[in-house]
């Protein structure tokens, strides 16, 4: 089966989405007029692994704490180190994680993939909301519909922690010692 895991990078939703087709005819039509509504879904991007479910707290705490000194001649940084995995910067950020997250299989074409949609992991998701600066560990409930048939999952917030708070190792990882890693690491 895999030791599946997401990641997920959880975005603002686009200005002037989730007001429905009203919305999108204006926008279509080249009017300035937006509506806004509070029932815009947050846009979100995944990153899954098929081998490395089980690590990934570990694999995003390292990926938040990469450090390097910005290159020479850089204007007045040159030889300062930079903020932390340029969190402020949520395209480097998903970047570096998913860097991170590949780290020995980079050329490979099985066991990682980038999706708008959710692949069932084995274990918890992490989310990483970028604008409220915030990890999440979320599980994922079935639910059960009419006459006991699978309608979906529900995302369940069992911790969350702020970005310095993850980084600095406020998660603890729990590894499975049985896990199948399908690569080696």
């Not at 204006?26 to 690590?55: C, I, M, N």
């Not at 998913?98 to 992991?121: K, M, Q, W, Y």
């Not at 999952?153 to 049985?178: H, I, M, N, P």
């Amino acid at each position: 089966m895999g030791e599946r895991g997401n990641i997920v990078f959880i975005f603002a939703p686009e200005a002037g989405y989730g007001a429905g087709d009203a919305a999108d005819a204006r926008r279509r039509q080249g009017t300035d007029e937006t509506t806004s509504s509070s029932s815009a879904k947050p846009r979100r991007v995944y990153f899954y692994t098929h081998w490395r479910g089980h690590l990934l707290a570990e694999i995003l705490r390292e990926a938040m704490n990469l450090k390097e000194f910005w290159p020479e001649g850089f204007g007045n940084l040159t030889g300062t180190v930079r903020e932390s995995c340029r969190w402020s910067d949520a395209s480097y950020f998903a970047r570096v994680v998913f860097n991170r997250l590949t780290r020995g299989d980079e050329d490979g074409v099985l066991s990682f993939g980038i999706d708008v949609d959710r692949t069932l992991p084995d274990y918890d998701e992490l989310h990483v909301d970028v604008e409220k600066r915030e990890i999440r560990q979320v599980h994922l409930d079935s639910i059960e519909g009419k006459e006991g048939r699978w309608e979906g999952v529900a995302d369940v917030t069992v911790a969350s922690w702020t970005y310095d708070e993850f980084a600095a190792g406020a998660v603890k990882v729990a590894l499975d010692e049985g896990a199948d890693l399908g690569v080696s690491l």
